[in-house]
């Protein structure tokens, strides 16, 4: 079993520090390794932010683990040679398509929510984000009109193959789950949206004993912090997916509790290829200071054992430290408390 890990930039390496050594330390029989750079520190060492070496280690790796990437030195870079480049270009590289972001309120944490306890509770989702298309990655720019006016465009769209593969990642993550599926879109106005209804409606004859509802986007902003529990998993465009997973990290209390998988069609011996890390960027107003919380990075390893390695077992004693961790009072500064970066890792080992 091959892991490539991308520490990057900021509180990235602080916390895929943390959760290298859960990896550690579950003494995975037959595991390497490797370390390849990636945003402004390979920039500096390579003069650019995803060097074809690193690339190529991912290729060569059944698991990715990536921190985070980004630095404010980088701020007046060309676009391609920011750091930020590193991870959409991992993405769309690698085929990453599906990015799976689940948001689960842990026991003890109620009143850290956004939400009031009572609605915090019972959120229990995960939410499933194309990640390949939308207008991230359509034809972009800014054009002078006749009239003399500046005028920015991104093109939205949506193939027919590139909804009805994410259809299926998010029915049968539904399948594992509470069988309910919700997926999201603005067919009232968006063409792009009524295509991705009709595939999505096709695709769920495949999945009879999935229940299938649809949304509009802004209704759905709405009624994720109006009812949560209404919500099991829910599949969406890449721009809703992240305006919306942000607004779902807000309801769990802190963005150093998110993890996320990206994975795409390759298959290893082992699993699902894919890529893992927290939601977080790598926030240079606490870097390098031991604040940031390793929970969300540590918890991308759980993620990473069970699709990529098939270790239900390891991926569940994983969550269970955090969680264990939590209900006894570890925080950090972003949940309250002074614990710093390695001391809630020690906390989740220890648990371990
Ligand atoms: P950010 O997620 O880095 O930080 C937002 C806020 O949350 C900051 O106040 C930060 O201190 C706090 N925070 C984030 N993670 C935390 C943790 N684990 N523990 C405690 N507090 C935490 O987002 P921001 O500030 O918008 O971006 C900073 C840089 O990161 C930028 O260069 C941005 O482009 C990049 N970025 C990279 C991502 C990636 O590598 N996947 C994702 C998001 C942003
Ligand atoms: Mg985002």
Known sequence: MKIA???GDGIGA?????????????????????EGDVGAIAYQRHGHPLPAETLDMAKASDAVL???????????LERHLRP???????RSKLGLFANL?????????????GLRPELARTIDMLIVRELNGDVYFGDKGVRETADGEREG??????STSEVRRIAHSGFQAARKRGSKLCSVDKANVLETSQLWRDVVVEVAAEYSDVELTHMYVDNAAMQMVKDPSQFDVVLTGNLF????????????GSIGLLASASLGERQTKFGTFGLYEPIHGSAPDIAGQGLANPMAAILSVAMMLRHSFGMEDQAGRTEAAVAKALADGVRGRDLGGDLSTAAIGDAVLERL
């Open 5 to 7: 890990v991308f520490p």
């Open 14 to 34: 602080e916390v895929a520090r943390e959760a290298v050594r859960v990896l550690e330390a579950l003494n995975l029989p037959g595991l390497t390794l490797v």
């Open 66 to 76: 990536f921190g985070a990437v980004g630095d404010p030195s980088c701020d007046n």
């Open 84 to 90: 930020e480049q590193a991870v959409l270009g991992l």
């Open 101 to 113: 972001r689940p948001a689960t309120v842990f026991q003890g944490l109620e009143d850290m929510s």
């Open 153 to 158: 465009w991104d093109m939205m769209s949506y």
């Open 241 to 252: 997916g992240d305006i919306l997973s942000d607004l779902a990290s807000m309801c769990v």
